[in-house]
């Protein structure tokens, strides 16, 4: 975890732990690398907090 990455993370741009990421039916969906959140990816390389995607 560094300052760079939760700013990134402040602004949206969430980065997944790779091996954790799991196909929910939808959507890729894993945890924040950085944050630790759970998130979804809206599309390649996007990745939103679970709660700000449907
Ligand atoms: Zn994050």
Redesign the pocket.
Known sequence: MSVLSITK?LTGQ??PVRRDVVWDGERFAGE?R??G?S?KRVSTGQWRKSVNVR
């Open positions: 993370c969430h980065k924040c950085n944050c959140k998130i």
